[in-house]
Structure formats: structure tokens, C-alpha cells
């Protein structure tokens, strides 16, 4: 993460185990690092019990060892809970610490409802922690790996999806749901940008 990454992560949680020794066997070998790339990212800002919406193939949660992945897609069964609406979670309010939303928050159609929910089921000083690309860097991905993400093979995208969001518009939307005290960092080269904001 570098200096400025590793001050951001030992600010906001200092006891989380490095690495990630998963694999994901459904995804190619570009996706898969990038994929474990991210959840080595994330992994240290993640405290207590998580949801990790948007979950995929759960590996963050199976990582984490401790929390619920949800999905509106339920990817070779290993998410814990098919959800139809992101904007209507079925958990009590402030079950989590922490809720993350991974690569997932531009193909989720009511964004600002789906993260008031989030704020909702999230314990007063808990975190939600996004990771986006930027529309453009978005758009050039899924139209070069095209069979190969499994994304666009496996499910159909729904009216309101994007591709990507840019910092600027993440940052609002967090804020817009009551987040405070936001934060960003780029990773990936720069491409990615890891946001963290506290309830």
C-alpha cells in the first residue's frame, strides 16, 4: 500500500492479519489477481462482523473468517444470502462493523438507497470500505476481457448499472448517506481507489 496507505490502515484498524491465500477457480488468471489484489487491499480495514455486499465467489468473508457475503447472484453456492434488493437488506439494524462493497457499487442500479441501507445495518463507528475503477478504465476492461468476466457472461446487466464510478461520485454518494470522516486511496497502479467512511 505504501507510507500513505499504510498510515490510512494502521489509523483506522491496526490488528487485521496480512495476505491473502485464496484462489477462485471460475476466474481467469488476470481476474483472479486482481480479484486477491483487492481483498489484500481491503483486509485491513475490515473489523469485527462483515457484510460484504456484492460478495461474488465470498472470499473476503471466508478470509475475514467472520460475517455474511451477500449477492443478487448466488456464484457456484457459495454466497450466504441471494438478496433481490440492495436498497432493502434483510439484517437488523447495526449488525455489522463493517460493511464492504467491492468492485460492485457502479452494477448496483440504487446506489444511494443500497448505502443508506448499509449506513442502516452498520453499528454506530463502523466502517464501509468501496473499491471502484473510473468509468472509462470500466468501460475498456469489460470490452477487452468481454468472455473472459465472468460478470458479463453469467448474468445480464440491469437498467442503472455503470461502468464505474469516479472518486468525486463515490465520495458524494458516501456522504450523501450520512458517511463521515471519508477517505481515499488509490491502489492498482493509481487505477483503483479504495474508500473508507465511517458511520
Not at 494502521?10 to 484462489?23: L, W
Not at 449506513?119 to 470500466?138: A, D, F, H, N, Q
Amino acid at each position: 500500500m505504501g507510507t500513505r496507505g499504510g498510515r490510512m490502515a494502521a489509523a483506522v484498524c491496526a490488528d487485521v492479519p496480512a495476505g491473502f491465500e485464496g484462489v477462485i477457480d471460475d476466474m481467469d488468471w488476470l481476474g483472479e489477481s486482481l480479484y486477491q489484489w483487492r481483498i489484500r487491499v481491503v483486509l485491513p480495514y475490515v473489523k469485527g462482523n462483515l457484510l460484504d455486499l456484492a460478495c461474488g465467489a465470498n472470499a473476503l468473508v471466508k478470509r475475514h473468517g467472520r460475517g455474511v457475503g451477500a449477492d443478487r447472484y448466488q456464484h457456484e453456492g457459495a454466497v450466504d444470502v441471494v438478496i433481490d434488493d440492495a436498497g432493502k437488506l434483510p439484517f437488523e439494524d447495526g449488525l455489522f462493523d463493517t460493511v464492504t462493497v467491492l468492485a460492485a457499487l457502479n452494477h448496483i442500479p440504487n446506489r444511494s438507497e443500497a448505502l443508506a441501507e448499509t449506513y442502516r445495518v452498520l453499528k454506530p463507528g463502523g466502517r464501509v470500505i468501496v473499491t471502484m475503477i473510473p468509468p472509462g478504465i470500466s468501460w475498456a476492461w469489460h470490452r477487452l476481457r468481454g468472455e473472459s468476466d465472468k460478470d458479463q457472461v453469467d448474468r445480464p446487466w440491469m437498467p442503472g448499472e455503470r461502468f464505474g464510478l469516479t472518486r468525486a461520485e463515490t465520495r458524494q454518494l458516501l456522504a450523501a448517506a450520512g458517511f463521515r470522516e471519508i477517505r481515499q486511496h488509490r491502489f492498482m497502479f493509481g487505477v483503483n481507489t479504495l474508500t473508507v467512511g465511517c458511520r
